[in-house]
């Protein structure tokens, strides 16, 4: 109970008034393929760090709501909208694709801030340092928690294990072989996870700073041989050694603390910037709130729902929170609601057994969902974050 109460205080005093996350770690790739989005579709994903509430307007549903607690990242989005509305392309690059700029207060004074909602205003007011390209961490993707981890794993990359010609070898390679034979022949596994790293992964300060808690830990603990440690190290070894990092953006930008124009969330590619500015951005809503007090506000239906991770979060600490979710989620849910979500954990088995009131009767929730195994298996391992034990697919049947 004590050490549960240390890692709670550790994750809270982390995230409490914080950008967590500075880019989004869930393939939108794999997403829009299960989502197969339409024009007519309400689209409910949390957030995070909006990259992939753009990504999913390139498939032209009728409305993204981007629904997060954290005004923060709210916040991060609603400057990602505004840049999109008023910049050209390149200088939108300059900011989320080098995410560095030397004109940031001309920039967010003549152009950004008045398209800002005032809770953002408020804080780009105060975090403009974040896109400097002076000082230590000279790139937005080392801020914030989850970018500080990645800018203190880059120094080690650099300064302690010096193996960043190794790593841009890697980034590099244009076959999966290559990779292999990179890997391998310059023993980076040894490199990579010394005694030192291990015990880093073991901390809660260093979990917490990745967004894990500790139940989410807990899972891999106790689902995967090795545990936490182990369970990393294995799903590291995959992206260098198994999936394709020509187009692995999300491991190029942890790695370099910027994309390139060849490599990038499909939201910064200069044909999908024209589309979204020509009036697809303004298909988004922004909301800071739960799951639940979204829907308990929305008037219509939700057709498409992605719950990222979350529901890792709640099924130890706040199971009650969690029933309450799940009968939000059945009351707005149209007649053909497809739900993914993912997870630490080899296998989830905390949804199908919960108990909710639906449509005056109580019932349990695997009652009344249809799962897509095989398409969510096959898409799964096509990951290119490949951070998640599992991943779900599943509509609404009843």
């Known amino acids: 109970m004590i050490a549960e109460r240390i890692s709670r205080k550790s994750f809270e005093w982390v995230h409490q008034g914080n950008l967590v996350y500075n880019t989004c770690w869930e393939d939108p790739r794999l997403d829009r393929e299960a989502l197969d989005l339409g024009q007519d579709d309400e689209v409910l994903v949390i957030t995070s760090a909006g990259c992939n509430a753009l990504d999913y307007l390139l498939d032209e549903p009728h409305r ?3 629904v997060d607690m954290n005004s923060k990242q709210n916040a991060l989005l609603d400057l990602k909208a505004s840049a999109i509305r008023n910049l050209d392309y390149e200088t939108f690059f300059e900011l989320f694709g080098r995410g560095r700029t030397t004109r940031w207060k001309e920039l967010y004074h003549d152009a950004l801030r008045e398209d800002l909602t005032p809770l953002s205003q408020k804080y780009w007011d105060r975090h403009g340092k ?75 300060l260093t979990l917490s700073m990745l967004g894990v808690p500790r139940q989410q830990r807990h899972q891999i603990d106790t689902g995967y041989p ?29 790695l370099t603390g910027q994309y390139e124009h060849d490599c990038c969330p499909e939201y910064l590619k200069p044909d999908n910037f024209a589309r979204l500015k020509a009036g697809l951005i303004d298909r988004v809503t922004i909301n800071t709130n739960t799951v639940e007090g979204f829907l308990q506000q929305h008037q219509g239906t ?42 630490a954990g080899m296998q989830v088995d905390f ?22 195994s095989d398409l969510a298996t096959e898409l799964h391992e096509r990951d290119r974050v490949n951070t998640y034990g599992s991943f779900y697919i599943a509509d609404v049947v009843a």
């Not at 390209?133 to 302690?160: E, H, Q, T």
């Not at 070894?237 to 990092?245: A, I, K, M, W, Y």
């Not at 005056?360 to 249809?370: I, S």
């Open 302 to 343: 939700i057709s498409r729902f992605v719950l990222l991770d979350h529901m890792d979060w709640m099924a130890g600490a706040q199971p009650k929170l969690l029933q309450r979710e799940w009968e939000a989620i059945l009351a707005r849910a149209a007649d053909t609601t497809r739900i993914l979500w993912r997870s």
């Open 64 to 66: 993204v709501h981007a």
């Open 226 to 254: 090795g545990g936490i440690v182990q369970f990393v190290i294995d799903r590291i070894e995959t992206v260098f050694t198994g999936l394709p990092l020509q187009d692995n953006y999300f491991w190029r930008v942890y």
């Open 130 to 204: 974040f896109f400097s390209p002076d000082g230590r961490r000279s790139s937005f993707y080392f801020r914030g928690s989850s970018g500080m981890f990645a800018w203190l794993i880059n120094c080690y990359i650099d300064k302690v294990a010096r193996i960043r010609p190794d790593i841009n070898a890697l980034l590099s390679a244009t076959t999966i072989e290559e990779q292999v034979e990179i890997y391998r022949s310059r023993n980076l596994s040894e490199m990579l996870w010394s005694r030192f790293i291990k015990w880093c992964m073991r901390r809660d």
């Open 351 to 372: 949804i199908d057994p919960l108990r909710v009131a639906y449509r005056g009767a109580e019932t349990v929730v695997g009652d009344l969902l249809r799962y897509h």
